[in-house]
């Protein structure tokens, strides 16, 4: 399939370094949140999510943060490695029981060898 | 079954022509979304589905565009007489219940359709 996201920011990370990937969301009433990984030629993947009342949760290699005054997300990965090498989206909930989403556009994360 | 499931995953078909694509959500998930992701560009809603309510349609695109889910489950994107910029990757995603904030939606790898 097509690489999507062609025209994307990219994040240049040399192999070990931490990345970190922002996103600002548009709704303040949103109160979910999730990070999804999509390589190239295939769908997204879930990678973490967070609700609004926590500021940061960790997983596995990564941590969300979210910050409400200034409707931020990131997204941190630890030790970047080649695996890593996709494009990562937001996506937020628009809260008050909808089911509705708004995703980011993405940004592509490169990891140097 | 164990991930949100698509078929074809790559579909070329002659300006006109109609073609279907299908979804098969995880195993119990209720809600079910069909999302349209061109070049570069963020995920457009086109159609979601939850138990038996009616459908939310709102964001499909013309009248070309129809979907359906059978039995709450397996649905079918239907996009007659294509045209060259219905080209796109089409997404399925299910969650475990709707409408509700914090319903995790998994997606399927996409079907790549080209119309040429």
């Known amino acids: 399939g097509e690489s999507v996201g062609l025209h994307l920011p990219t994040l240049s990370v040399q192999e070990g370094d931490n990345s970190i990937i922002n996103c600002a969301y548009s709704n303040s009433a949103s109160d979910y949140f999730i990070w999804y990984k999509q390589e190239s030629g295939k769908g997204p993947q879930f990678i973490i999510d967070i609700r609004s009342n926590m500021d940061k949760r960790q997983g596995q290699r990564v941590t969300v943060l979210l910050n409400k005054t200034v409707k931020h997300l990131s997204l941190q990965i630890a030790a970047t490695q080649p695996g890593d090498s996709a494009v990562y989206f937001c996506?937020?909930?628009?809260?008050?029981?909808?089911?509705?989403?708004?995703f980011g556009t993405g940004t592509r994360l490169k990891v140097l060898a | 079954g164990a991930g949100v499931s698509q078929s074809p995953s790559n579909k070329v078909t002659e300006k006109g022509k109609d073609v279907e694509l299908r979804c098969d959500p995880i195993s119990g998930h209720t809600a079910l979304y069909w999302y349209r992701q061109s070049l570069g560009q963020g995920l457009e809603f086109l159609i979601y589905?939850?138990?038996?309510?009616?459908?939310?349609k709102s964001g499909l695109p013309s009248d070309r565009f129809s979907a359906e889910r059978t039995g709450g489950s397996v649905s079918t994107l239907t996009i007659q007489r294509t045209q060259q910029e219905d080209s796109a990757v089409y997404l399925c995603?299910?969650?475990?219940?709707?409408?509700?904030?914090?319903?995790?939606?998994?997606f399927g790898e996409g079907s790549w359709l080209t119309v040429v």
């Open positions: 589905f939850q138990g038996n309510s009616a459908p939310d």
């Open positions: 996506a937020e909930n628009m809260g008050s029981g909808t089911y509705k989403y708004i």
């Open positions: 995603a299910s969650s475990l219940a709707g409408p509700s904030s914090g319903n995790t939606i998994y």
